[in-house]
Every structure is written in structure tokens, then in C-alpha cells.
């Protein structure tokens, strides 16, 4: 029996780039996104959602690879990133009353969205956002969409199950490894180990520029303002200061008695 075509969606966050200066605005203490990219981590979502779709009839099956963010105006670009290396549409949420939405907020108004998307078989996500990194989203994601939830997945596949697909992943934990196996639809976040993201090419960035891209915002989804942004967030960040600059160090020169003044040093420190 021919397998359904698959409608996947992948959570690509708009992340302040980590080689320039990461800062909060001082009006509310709210990441400044000036200069963001694609987060590194959903970039192993997306990989793993385009070979799934490969190892599954390709695009002539009719599967779908829907690049999802929430954020402001400029997150539209890791959106634009996302097409531009194979997935076939995307939906940008932007909403001013979304401004500094914490895990909570954030996961209420992506359900909200996916749920407004209908009939998603698979929601992919990295493993944590590079500037959060509370990976908190994935599972409140699942939790909200009453889906059973797989994380920080290093292997995944899908098998063939009576005309559908049944998920099939490991995760690696330090002491064991876990295989997993769960009905679709579901929410998995995937770690680094899972694959080698692939490069936008010539072709990609061209065919990019067709793909439907469209910009929802909170009444599209039917979600009241009051509960998502700086007042609907459970979380606030009440004050912020700059981390003190990194100390150079104890330098230790050896005139034959190094190993003794690392001991004494150790000892100092009490490590040991
Ligand atoms: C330094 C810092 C500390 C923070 N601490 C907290 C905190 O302690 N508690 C709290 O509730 N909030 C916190 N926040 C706010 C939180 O980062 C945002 O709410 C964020 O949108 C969701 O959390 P995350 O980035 O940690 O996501 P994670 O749970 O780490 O992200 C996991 C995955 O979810 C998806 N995802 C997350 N956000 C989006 C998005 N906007 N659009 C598309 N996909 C997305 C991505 O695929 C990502 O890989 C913090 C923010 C910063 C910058």
C-alpha cells in the first residue's frame, strides 16, 4: 500500500550569531537580535526531516518540509535560510506582542501555529536554541499538542507501518543508550550527532525565492496577546549585569619546582 505523503515541520530559531557580542536591550532585558542567523542546532533538524523525505520517495512523493519561526520581523531570514536548503514552504509567526516570550509563551504560540498548519505528522526541532538553551520547547511543544514526544534523538527513521510510518530513534545517554520507538504524529528534537547539515547551493538559493513563505500573526492563530510577550510569560528576567571579565590566570614558571606550585595552587583552590 502506498505510504501518505508526510507533512513535517521544522523549528528553525532567529538567533543573535555567537561570534559577535551577545547582549540584552536595557529597555527590558530582552535578547537584542541585531545580528542573528539560523540557529547551528535546528540545521540538524531540518537535515534530518530532508532525509527522511529522501529515504522516502523523495519529493515526488508530495511530502511537505515546512520551516517554522516565531520572532520579529528580521527572523523571516533563518526562515528564507531553511528554504534555501530544501525545505519546501515556510510560516513566519510575528506578532510585537511576541517580544520577549519565554519557553511557556514561546511553546503556546508555536502549538498554537502548528495546530493552525492542520495535520502535521512530524514536528522536527533542535536539540536547544544557542542563545535560551533552556531546551524546554520540544517537550512543552509535545505537551501542548497532546503528542508523544522523543528527545535529543541521535538516530532517526522512519518504518513502514500499515500505510503509515512508525518513528524509530536512539538516544544516547552517558551510561546507556535508550531506542526509542513512537507512532506518528509526534515532536522529536534531534542533537548534533545525527547528521552532517547539508549547504545551500546555486540551485537551492534560486528555487528558494518561488516557495511559499507565509507570515501568520497571533489573531491568525487565535492566541490573545495577554498571554504570550513580557506580560503573558511566566518567567522574567528582573535585571541583568555583565558578566566580570575572565581573570588571566595563575601563569606558573617552571625553575624545576612546577609541579609542586600546581600542587600548591591545586591544594589552594581546594581541588584536592
Ligand atoms: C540568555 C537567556 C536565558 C533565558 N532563560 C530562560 C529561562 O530560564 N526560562 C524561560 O522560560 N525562558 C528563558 N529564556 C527565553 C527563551 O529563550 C525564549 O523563550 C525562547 O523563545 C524559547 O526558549 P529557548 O530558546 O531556550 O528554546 P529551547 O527549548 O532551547 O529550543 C529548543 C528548540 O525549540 C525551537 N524553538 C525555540 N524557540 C523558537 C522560536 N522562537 N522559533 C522557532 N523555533 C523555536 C528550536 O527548534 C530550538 O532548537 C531565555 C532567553 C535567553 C536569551
Redo the contacts with the bound molecule.
Sequence with gaps: MENTALKIVV????VPDAQFDRHLTDSSNT?DRLTSIL?E??EY?LEAALQLVETHGGADAGHQVIA????PDG?VAAVKKALQIGATEGVHLSDEALAG??????SLA?SATINHIGDVDLVL?????T????????AQLAERLDLPQVTFASTLELKDDDGGYQIVARRDGDTHLDNIESRLPAVV?VTDQINEPRYPNFKGIMAAKKKPLATLTLSDIGVDAADVGLAG???N?ESAEPRPPRSHGVVITDEGDAGKQLVDFLEKQKLL
Design positions: 523549528l528553525v530559531k532567529h535578547t540557529s542546532l535546528d533538524a517554522m519561526t516565531m520572532g527572523a516570550s519565554d519557553a511557556a509563551a514561546t508555536l526541532t533542535g536539540m536547544a536554541s542563545d535560551g538553551e533552556t531546551s524546554l520547547v520540544p528534537s510569560s511566566w518567567t528576567v
